[in-house]
């Protein structure tokens, strides 16, 4: 990028620092384990699963990998990870594993025939999913559940690992990517709910993979928006599926759907622009009684403004539509027009805090070019280096609740922890210095590009 300014010294610093902490596996797994045990028994938190690549050491690894483009020798600590996460695998994580090697193998060489062997496993777990939403959708109608599509555990996950067998040349990789994006096709076309005609992907609280939570506040169900857990993923699975060359009938047509969809919830006000996480099928239909609450700005990646624009930036892209790329940027720019701050968005790390804005932003800046949104990014990244915290265990803490001095906990992973806000750190260097792109990228596993 001619003229761009370096990034700080001061951002590569904290990179290092961070790495140096998550260096030794066994190191990771005793520190993370001790953190949890912490975490009061009425707070629901994730298991700590070494072989997953947005908590474990599978996501780990991949900010090694970037790393050893600098000092091979970081390429040890990445094998590490990876060995380690191995030692944990499950059919549910293969996908995971599959991932962060092939952006090593990618970008270093490598881990020939663990894809070769990764791949089909990979098929068989998602087949196996994919196939159990086909059944019950054909026994019992229509509903789902949001895990049963998102990007954390559904089929936008699973796709992600299909698109990268495709590109081995698998060909049972490609087959099954195409039955995914025919559900996702699928999910488009308006349902009969409760007698009243909604979007397809209307999620039925009488799910057993519903949470407890999700039937009292949405007791006749909801549609999920963020790109964590609602449309967004499977419509950015899709546009990014379209990108590297997979079509399936009706898929464009899927992604306007959901895409004119989204557009409709957004709300433009004095705070800028942002979206609902979760719409109620009363406040959907126009139906009175909705006991969802109100809508509060968030900024964030998993139901904020920022992944959503980011969503819809590779929506408009997919559909060469300029009015949605540009909805998208100054959606992100008004992100950097309102407060912005630790004060403002308390969590450092990708999910719920700055991380995740900046991450969107460089994707978005990149693309674009647009000054405005580089000026957001320069400052977040400063910001986020300088809440760099060496008094624990892995520099970065993730939060509990929305409160700056509230509860933390030791987080070394990819979506809550260290090693996200390390790699979007070098997302950012990497971009700003003008750096060429590398094969493969770590942040495919948010649907980020």
Same mark, same amino acid.
């Given at each position: @990028? ?8 001061? !951002? ?15 190191? !990771? ?61 499950? !059919? ?48 019992? &109608? ?44 699928? @999910? ?46 499977? @419509?950015?699975?899709?546009?990014? %599926?379209?990108?590297? &060359? ?15 969809? !989204? ?116 400052? @977040? ?24 001095? &509230? ?27 003008? %750096? ?14």
């Amino acid at each position: @990028m001619k003229g761009a300014p370096q990034a700080p010294s001061q !951002v590569i610093c904290v990179v290092r620092a961070v790495a140096e902490r998550l260096r030794m596996p066994d190191d !990771v797994d005793r520190l993370t384990q001790q953190s949890r045990a912490q975490v009061p028994a009425h707070i629901r938190f994730p298991h700590w699963h070494p072989a997953q690549l947005l908590l474990g050491h599978t996501g780990i690894a991949m900010l090694y990998t970037r790393l050893a483009l600098d000092d091979i020798d970081w390429a040890i600590a990445a094998h590490a990870h990876l060995a380690t996460a191995l030692r944990s695998a499950t !059919v549910d994580t293969v996908g995971d594993l599959l991932h962060a090697a092939y952006l090593h193998s990618q970008i270093h060489g490598g881990y020939t025939k663990f894809l070769n062997d990764a791949a089909p496993a990979h098929v068989s777990a998602v087949r196996d999913l994919l196939n159990r939403i086909s059944q019950r959708l054909r026994t019992d &109608g229509p509903g789902l559940a949001y895990a049963e599509y998102d990007v954390i555990s559904g089929l936008a996950r699973g796709g992600r690992g299909l698109i990268i067998g495709a590109s081995l040349g698998h060909a049972a990789s490609s087959s099954t990517l195409q039955d995914v994006l025919g559900l996702m096709v699928r @999910m488009a076309r308006p349902i009969l709910v409760h007698g009243e005609q909604v979007p397809g992907w209307w999620t039925d609280p009488q799910l057993n993979a519903a949470p407890e939570a999700d039937r009292a506040a949405y007791p006749h169900g909801e549609f999920n928006l963020g790109i964590a857990h609602g449309i967004c993923g499977p @419509m950015s699975l899709m546009a990014l %599926a379209h990108r590297a &060359g997979h079509r399936t009938p009706g898929m464009l047509d899927a992604i306007r759907t959901m895409a004119n969809w !989204v557009m409709r919830k957004r709300i433009v006000g004095e705070q800028g622009t942002f979206w609902p996480g979760r719409v109620a099928f009363e406040d959907e239909t126009g139906k009175v009684g909705s006991t969802a609450p109100s809508v509060t700005p968030r900024s964030d990646w998993c139901y904020g403004t920022a992944g959503v624009a980011r969503a819809l930036y590779l929506a408009g892209r997919a559909l060469k539509d300029p009015m949605l790329t540009q909805v998208s940027v100054d959606a992100m720019r008004s992100i950097f027009q309102r407060p912005y701050g630790s004060a403002d968005i308390p969590d450092a790390t990708i999910c719920h805090g700055r991380a995740g804005v900046l991450l969107a932003a460089v994707r978005m800046a990149s693309d674009t070019g647009h000054p405005a949104l580089w000026e957001g990014a320069d400052q @977040m990244a400063l910001q986020l280096a300088r809440s760099f915290d060496p008094t624990t265990a892995f520099g970065y803490r993730y939060l509990l609740s929305q409160n700056v001095n &509230g509860p933390a906990v030791d987080e070394p992973g990819v979506l809550q922890g260290a090693a996200g806000v390390a790699l979007t750190l070098l997302s950012y260097t990497d971009a700003r210095s003008g %750096a060429p792109p590398i094969p493969a990228t770590w942040d495919g596993a948010l649907l980020m590009g």
